[in-house]
């Protein structure tokens, strides 16, 4: 049974920061690919960044780039989203996300976690 569980979340005043951790379970985390998506009301899923097995390398979206870090730790099997300069637009549910290879398309990801919300007021 793979369980992928987020925490971290809450409210945050804009240029604040919130830290994201992701706890897995079920799988051989270090030869996974990890991730975060987000998703706002009535918004489709929307890719965040990832991170890989090797190396690691890790990808972000242009909207975060810059401001978000992904980290992970092999021995926690734990990964991490340190969220920096949040702004409004930043508000969704975000997911933590595990796969043998990363995508920044959602079908491709097989595990997703329940997702914690965050929230920048202005």
């Known amino acids: 049974q793979v369980q992928l569980t987020e925490s971290g979340g809450g409210l945050v005043q804009a240029g604040g920061s919130l830290r994201l951790s992701c706890a897995a379970s079920?799988?051989?985390?270090?030869?996974?690919?990890m991730g975060w998506f987000r998703q706002a009301p009535g918004k489709e899923r929307e890719f965040v960044g990832a991170?890989?097995?090797?190396?690691?390398?890790?990808l972000y979206a242009d909207s975060v780039k810059g401001r978000f870090t992904i980290s992970r730790d092999n021995a926690k099997n734990t990964v991490y989203l340190q969220m920096n300069s949040l702004k409004p637009e930043d508000t969704a549910v975000y997911y933590c996300?595990?796969?043998?290879?990363?995508?920044?398309?959602?079908?491709?990801?097989?595990?997703w976690g329940q997702g914690t919300q965050v929230t920048v007021s202005s």
């Open positions: 996300v595990a796969d043998p290879n990363y995508s920044i398309n959602p079908k491709n990801w097989d595990y």
């Open positions: 079920g799988l051989t985390f270090s030869r996974y690919a």
């Open positions: 991170i890989s097995w090797r190396s690691p390398s890790t």
